[in-house]
C-alpha cells in the first residue's frame, strides 16, 4: 500500500519560516500532481500550492509570494517552503498526491493523503 507521510510541522513566529516535507512510500511507479492543503479550525480544507510531475506550481492567492512548492521525483517528495509567516496561516497541513502503484502486481491508481501536520503561527 501506499503512504504519505509528513513531517516539519510546529510553531512559528509571524514574519518567520517553516518548511514542510512530504514523502510517498509504496511499491510506485509514477507520481501525478503533488498538493498541499490546509484546514483552520472551523473551516474548510483549502488548496495552499500543488505542482505537476513537471514542476509547474500554483498557489492560493492567499500565499504567493510567501510560500514555495517544491518535489524530488527520485525520492517522491514534496516540500512546501514557508516564509513570511502570518497567525492565519495558523492550520493543519496536509500533503496529497495523484499516485499510480503497484497492488498485488496489478497497477492502480489512487488519491492520497498525508496524516496532517499542525503549523502554528504565534508570538
Known amino acids: 500500500q501506499v503512504q504519505l507521510v509528513e513531517s516539519g510541522g510546529g510553531l512559528g513566529q509571524p514574519g518567520g519560516s517553516l518548511r514542510l516535507s512530504c514523502a510517498a512510500s509504496?511499491?510506485?511507479?509514477?507520481?501525478?500532481?503533488m498538493n498541499w492543503y490546509r484546514q483552520a479550525p472551523g473551516k474548510e480544507r483549502e488548496l495552499v500550492a500543488g505542482?505537476?510531475?513537471?514542476?509547474?506550481?500554483n498557489y492560493a492567492d492567499s500565499v504567493k509570494g510567501r510560500f514555495t512548492i517544491s518535489r524530488d521525483n527520485a525520492k517522491n517528495a514534496v516540500y512546501l517552503q514557508m516564509n513570511s509567516l502570518k497567525p492565519e496561516d495558523t492550520a493543519v497541513y496536509y500533503c496529497?498526491?495523484?499516485?499510480?502503484?503497484?497492488?498485488?502486481?496489478?497497477?492502480?491508481?489512487?488519491?492520497?493523503w498525508g496524516q496532517g501536520t499542525q503549523v502554528t503561527v504565534s508570538s
Open positions: 505542482i505537476t510531475s513537471g514542476g509547474s506550481g
Open positions: 496529497n498526491a495523484q499516485i499510480t502503484y503497484y497492488r498485488n502486481y496489478v497497477r492502480v491508481s489512487g488519491n492520497f
Open positions: 509504496g511499491i510506485i511507479f509514477s507520481i501525478n500532481t
